[in-house]
């Protein structure tokens, strides 16, 4: 896949400083970024991107956990149970998260959690983690049949 074809990211935050911060390092480092300002929105695009062929689907998603109306936990929830998108890797970053609320986001399948403030470098990592946790599992769903 040449470099200008990669799948892009969607960043998903209530916050523009935060979409415009990361949408700027990771455009720098050459990953596509789309982005959404809440979950609804982001879900939206989602349902668009696949049921157009012409457009890739998202390489991860990476939510804010707190957003009004639909928050990062309701967007993995669907993400997980819509056929078409289950499998695509997702990070939720939070400024703090109770042990609660990580069991929940682990039941819904989350592939990670990542505290603010973090650099760029240590949400790369995440996001590079949770990319071959689902090839892993894809590869492992594959082996089944």
Do not use: C
Not at 34 to 63: C, F, M, P, Q, W
Not at 119 to 143: D, H, P
Request: charged residues 25%; without cysteine; neutral net charge.
């Amino acid at each position: 896949m040449p470099p200008n074809d990669k799948p892009p990211l969607l960043l998903v935050d209530d916050e523009s400083e935060i979409i415009n911060v990361l949408q700027m390092m990771f455009t720098q480092k050459g990953q596509p970024v789309i982005v959404a300002n809440s979950g609804s929105a982001a879900l939206e695009l989602l349902n668009k991107r696949v049921n157009d062929l012409t457009t890739h689907y998202v390489r991860a998603i990476v939510s804010d956990w707190m957003m009004p109306n639909l928050n990062g936990l309701e967007l993995l929830a669907k993400v997980r149970s819509t056929e078409a998108l289950k499998g695509i890797p997702f990070v939720l970053m939070s400024g703090n998260v109770t042990k609660d609320e990580l069991l929940a986001a682990v039941r819904y399948d989350l592939d990670a959690v990542i505290l603010k403030p973090f650099g760029v470098q240590e949400l790369q990592t995440k996001i590079n983690e949770a990319v071959a946790k689902r090839e892993v599992k894809s590869l492992e769903r594959l082996m089944q049949k």
